[in-house]
């Protein structure tokens, strides 16, 4: 579409330029930057050097007297339309802007900005965004559908504005320093700042060894560095800094029918899904054999189909699975059978994508890279390892992440041992967690108590809904903590794992119509004879085969290959028993070559469903590279 000839374009062929970006920034309102404008222009240039795997093809700064703003992007749509940051000037107000995200429902909002007299000069959502903030308000976030994190200085008001979308799918973290606020996408693009040093103290261990590889909303680990919490954004000015909540979970009856509900959900998953293929550049999906990427997939190669297109899907396994595969009840079969079945049905460009044990070794300390903190383990070093090949093939991924959190697929929705626990239901062995840990650092961390504390916390915001039974509140509840907590750790999971490596992964799943209706579906709805996610299954019956439709719940795959195990304890011996190892102050040489011995004898996993003895020294193994890499000494 000629640029020119865009006020004049039907609204329906307005598509947006999609962004796979980096942004980063800071504000001083002590300071005139332009005192020093080669020296601040600089390090706005290291700050989106530092995201570059965000976003190669085009970079971007913007510097004012106490405002700068800093942008990297990979390319997705019409590189010319996009360029950011971005000014524009409307009735003598100028503002900008710098955007990382998707916007799906501009095509609603360009014809009542273009009616105000918003001239709008690209195809880009950015403009959109900036148009309908300088028309509605600061408050102008409750129209946006998308995923998204952006910064808007409005030099009128002299204020930094900084938006995160409801279901935190992009990453936004901040610190202040005196009067200096800096902020990026990533936590290394903040280092980059003269105020902002990587340091830790007795929160940020707590953070890691207590509730990790979760973490508190809003806390960034790291001392003095904090996450826009999602829902939330934040104004920076004069006064100092304001957080304010836009969007929440919250209560209604439900009143339609199970055939209504059902007519509804399938409704949005679709809706969700077609919104999300809008792309430029080919879309994938990642295809795992259960039913969520299942029914992604199916939805998205119809609408690759009837675009004249085929759609590429990609399937994940580990090298020598067939042969070591253990089955549990997290993980009772093999998830290669059942991608099999589905790719008879939907007939897309299929690639089977394998890592081997050393490749997942080594990734480990990549995907703390990719972080700038220790996770998952394998199942983040995996997932990293995989979306650098997919990424050789698309710049875009649609994956079924999300609908656990939302229907209710996990173990701890049903089973009521796990479903009451006084506690996160996915940390059940806490006791796993102090397996390393000197008598002296347990002493003066209380793990128990401050993981427990995060819990009561999250537990008082959960809305309440009048005349509901004691059991369907606690059912609520675990929904609500799920989706604060559990999904928070895996949509951080494949943001950094896949934007580290060049590819954008959109969640369909974790759209907030989805979210604010499935929340008031009664769990009777959601879970009958035994199954899990009927309410899904029945939406999205049409789409699948028969043996997907009724497959049990399957996680994300893990290696069980004796020689990954092998490689952790090897390297793990090498540091304890080295005296000057970053991880030395806080664990007891004896007992973590004990376990080492023996990491079977760990029994329940103590993270999710996979994270269990190998897992353990994985984290220990990724908490000393980390305290290496940022040469963070413990306080």
């Known amino acids: 579409m000629d640029i020119r000839q865009t006020r004049h374009a039907r609204f329906s062929d307005w598509k947006g330029v999609h962004l796979m970006c980096g942004i980063s920034g800071f504000c001083d309102f002590s300071q005139n930057f332009s005192d020093k404008k080669p020296l601040w222009e600089t390090i706005l240039t290291d700050m989106h050097k530092t995201l570059a795997h965000r976003g190669r093809d085009a970079a971007g700064t913007y510097l004012d007297a106490h405002v700068g703003l800093s942008h ?51 195809t880009s959502d950015t403009e959109v965004i900036l148009y309908a903030y300088m028309h509605y308000g600061k408050d102008f976030v409750n129209k946006l559908n ?26 936004l973290f901040f610190a202040q320093e005196g009067n200096a606020f800096v902020f990026g996408s990533e936590p290394k693009a903040l280092f980059v700042h003269p105020a902002i040093r990587p340091a830790i103290d007795s929160g940020s261990l707590l953070e890691l060894l207590a509730v990790g590889p979760a973490h508190t909303l809003g806390n960034g680990v790291f001392c003095g560095m904090h996450e826009v919490v999602p829902g939330h954004y934040l104004t920076v000015g004069r006064s100092g800094i304001h957080d304010t909540l836009y969007w929440d979970l919250t209560c209604r009856e439900h009143t339609d029918s199970y055939p209504e509900t059902v007519e509804k959900v399938s409704f949005l998953v679709r809706d969700a899904v077609r919104r999300q293929m809008v792309s430029d550049v080919p879309v994938c999906t990642f295809l795992s054999g259960g039913i969520d990427s299942s029914i992604v997939t199916m939805i998205a190669a119809d609408y690759m189909r009837e675009q004249g297109n085929t759609l590429n899907t990609f399937s994940f396994d580990f090298t020598e699975n067939d042969k070591y595969f253990q089955s549990n009840s997290f993980q009772p079969e093999r998830d290669l059978p059942y991608v099999n079945i589905m790719l008879k049905r939907c007939r897309t460009h299929h690639t089977y994508l394998e890592c081997s044990q050393t490749t997942l070794f080594d990734s480990l300390f990549t995907a703390v890279d990719a972080k700038d903190l220790p996770g998952m383990t394998d199942v983040d070093a995996s997932l990293l390892y995989f979306c650098s090949l997919v990424a050789k093939h698309n710049k875009v991924a649609l994956t079924g992440e999300c609908a656990d959190e939302i229907f209710g697929g996990y173990p701890w929705f049903y089973r009521s041992e796990l479903m009451n626990r006084d506690g996160f239901p996915w940390s059940a062995d806490l006791s796993a967690r102090t397996v390393f840990l000197s008598d002296d650092v347990k002493a003066s961390l209380d793990l128990y108590g401050y993981s427990h504390a995060r819990y009561e916390e999250t537990l008082a915001r959960v809305p309440k809904l009048a005349g509901e039974s004691e059991e369907e509140a606690r059912r609520r509840a675990i929904g609500y903590l799920n989706i604060k907590w559990f999904m928070q750790t895996l ?89 000057n190892a970053p991880i030395a102050p806080l664990i007891d040489k004896k007992k973590a070559l004990d376990f080492i011995a023996a990491p079977a004898d760990l029994g329940k996993p103590w993270f999710g469903q996979l994270m269990a003895g190998p897992q353990m020294l994985a984290y220990m193994l990724q908490v000393n590279y980390w305290l290496e890499k940022y040469k963070i000494h413990i306080l």
């Open 491 to 579: 949509l951080d999971r494949m943001d950094r794992t896949s934007m580290y490596s060049g590819l954008e992964a959109r969640v369909p799943f974790a759209d907030h119509r989805i979210m604010e209706y499935v929340f008031n579906v009664p769990w009777e709805m959601k879970y009958q004879n035994g199954v899990e996610k009927t309410l899904l299954r029945d939406a999205c019956a049409d789409l699948l085969p028969e043996e997907l439709l009724h497959r049990k719940k399957s996680p994300y795959p893990k290696t069980y290959h004796p020689g990954y195990e092998k490689l952790l304890s090897e390297r793990l011996t090498e540091i304890i028993n080295d005296p």
């Open 146 to 171: 998308g995923i998204f994190a952006f910064a808007i200085w409005d030099s009128a008001k002299e204020e930094l504005l900084l938006y995160r979308d409801r279901a935190g799918t992009k990453p």
């Open 72 to 122: 990297a992007r990979l390319s997705i749509r019409d590189i010319i339309c996009g360029k950011q940051p971005m000014l524009r000037t409307h009735d003598g107000r100028c503002c900008a802007i710098v955007y990382n995200g998707e916007i799906y429902n501009t095509d609603e909002l360009v014809p009542e900005l273009i009616s105000a007299g918003y001239s709008f000069e690209t």
